[in-house]
T-cell receptor, first 111, second 116 residues
């Protein structure tokens, strides 16, 4: 099976802009979770989607949102970008509640 | 409130020897634990997992031990190889409860260097 794919791999934006990141899970996986990795905070959970419904959300401001489509592909959106949003954004897919498999990530740089 | 802690930021071992990476947790609701290996600017790669009903799980050179009473788990790599050099993260999840779905709590990582 193909692994988790994320696009784009790299992105440069300026403060105030918005950005949309995409994630395609492993075929058959219906759960998609998103994480943010920064040097200071480590890997932090953003939210999780299952069957097009957000089931869980981490402690991030409302500027961070997401959605999931009927084919389990997921997108996350960050509006009104801030310098502190510069990070590696990772998505992971899983079958039910078992092991999460991660994609390569999207490196976002906010200038 | 760091629920998963990896107290050693780095570890250096000689090729062929054993690498032992440690992880402590505080939340007794955690019932599933995982180890991931990560290179810079890449996504974590799953290595091995263990359910709280077990105290040991082995997969090739990798063995994970879980001590529930001490809330401690460790990853043993035997024998260590230079290609094992990477950052290792332990992660935990509480699979029961709707507020926990799809959420892994990660430690801060341990950088392993295996010297030839």
């Amino acid at each position: 099976k193909a692994g988790v794919t994320q696009t784009p791999r790299y992105l440069i934006k300026t403060r105030g802009q918005q950005v949309t990141l995409s994630c395609s899970p492993i075929s058959g996986h219906r759960s998609v979770s998103w994480y943010q990795q920064t040097p200071g905070q480590g890997l932090q959970f953003l939210f999780e989607y299952f069957s097009e419904t957000q089931r869980n959300k981490g402690n991030f401001p409302g500027r961070f949102s997401g959605r999931q489509f009927s084919n389990s592909r997921s997108e996350m959106n960050v509006s009104t970008l801030e310098l502190g949003d510069s990070a590696l954004y990772l998505c992971a897919s899983s079958d039910l509640q078992e092991t999460q498999y991660f994609g390569p990530g999207t490196r976002l740089l906010v200038l | 409130d760091q629920q998963v802690k990896q107290n050693s930021p780095s570890l250096s071992v000689q090729e062929g020897r054993i690498s032992i990476l440690n992880c402590d947790y505080t939340n007794s609701m955690f019932d599933y634990f995982l180890w991931y290996k990560k290179y810079p600017a890449e996504g974590p790669t799953f290595l091995i997992s263990i359910s709280s009903i077990k105290d040991k799980n082995e997969d090739g050179r990798f063995t994970v031990f879980l001590n529930k009473s001490a809330k401690h788990l460790s990853l043993h790599i035997v024998p260590s190889q230079p290609g094992d050099s990477a950052v290792y993260f332990c992660a935990a999840s509480a699979r029961k409860g709707s507020s926990n779905t799809g959420k892994l709590i990660f430690g801060q990582g341990t950088t392993l260097q295996v010297k030839p």
